[in-house]
């Protein structure tokens, strides 16, 4: 569609009017000469002067011309503009980050797929994680991977293809044989420092309990909570082992608490897939959409037929009173000859 930006300029267009109307006119002193027959030499000349007053001549193009270019740089200043139709931009008002135990354990072949097959625990953490990551469309999404010390895999990001080919790579023990709980919340709260979105949620999915961090997860827990990051805890161990194996399912209870966030146990793929159906539903969808409609300035197009015409009639009047200045040379010439 097309539109003025200031459409309001449209109303100095009878300003010419309103001049010519409001001010006296121009009054110029000049040396004269008296005519007793003044009246017969202005009769004879068709010209019908106030007194005092020399009435300069004007032709028709004048006439038609000035307000013509008038109207076109009125409506060259009133900025006329083409709109095109609106552009939509969806921007994410949720960064999610994943941390995952890639500890040793994580190869442990103690997970029953919906088959019923035995699978380890990583093959089951890939499958689940994927799919949730593949229904996070609005989300940037965030990976650490964890084990002696956490490690970015990959920033906050749309591109979900590549969090879901880092996902498809991960191999237990890649992060070491231990676990440092505390420390992956600690780098989750240093990936989020730089974060502008209105949510920031961390899930961190682990099998173990903490005996490599330096950070105590308690400690982590508060800095998060004054950070303003959400952490959901994810416990896929057993609580019944010993050592290193062992779910400390009352730290990540704790975390979760402590941060507003929530604590799940599974101890399936089925049950694994709940929790992250679970999960998709406390964190819906949460972004907001910007819009806008490109314009394109027309401003040139009235402003230059403006200059084009005022330009083309100063040449022909030029040329015209070139050719008349030739004719009376040859006419001079002719009556010397």
């Known amino acids: 569609m097309y539109q003025l930006e200031y459409p309001w300029l449209l109303l100095v267009l009878p300003l010419p009017l309103l001049v010519w109307w409001l001010t006296p006119p121009f009054r110029e002193e000049t040396a004269s000469v008296r005519l007793a027959f003044f009246s017969e030499v202005s009769q004879a000349a068709g010209v019908k002067p106030t007194a005092g007053a020399v009435i300069p001549k004007t032709n028709w193009v004048q006439k038609l011309l000035a307000p013509l270019c008038w109207g076109l740089v009125v409506l060259a200043l009133a900025r006329p503009q083409f709109v095109e139709p609106p552009i939509e931009k969806i921007q994410p008002a949720r960064d999610l980050l994943l941390a995952l135990d890639l500890s040793q354990s994580m190869d442990t072949r103690d997970f029953r797929s919906p088959s019923g097959a035995m699978i380890p625990r990583v093959e089951a953490v890939r499958n689940v994680v994927a799919d949730f990551v593949k229904r996070r469309s609005g989300d940037r999404i965030g990976l650490i991977a964890f084990g002696d010390a956490p490690y970015p895999l990959a920033p906050f990001t749309l591109d979900h293809d590549t969090v879901l080919a880092m996902i498809a790579a991960m191999v237990p023990g890649m992060a070491g044989p231990r676990t440092a709980l505390g420390d992956a919340v600690g780098l989750g709260i240093k990936m989020f420092s730089d974060s502008k979105a209105q949510e920031k949620v961390l899930v961190v999915l682990t099998d173990g309990n903490d005996t490599a961090s330096k950070m105590p997860p308690a400690r982590a827990a508060d800095i998060a909570k004054q950070s303003g990051v959400l952490v959901h805890t994810v ?87 070139l050719l008349q200045k030739l004719r009376r040379a040859r006419r001079h010439e002719r009556s010397v000859a």
């Open 235 to 321: 416990g896929i161990g057993d609580p019944k082992a010993s050592g290193e194996d062992r779910l400390d399912a009352t730290v990540l209870e704790a975390i979760a608490k402590a941060t507003g966030g929530r604590y799940f146990f599974g101890q399936d793929e089925a049950a694994l897939r709940e929790i992250y159906a679970t999960l998709d539903a406390i964190t819906p969808a949460n972004q907001k959409t910007l819009s806008w409609r490109p314009k394109h300035e027309l401003f040139h197009y009235p402003l230059g037929a403006a200059i084009a015409l005022l330009l083309a009639y100063q040449l022909i009047m030029a040329s015209l009173s």
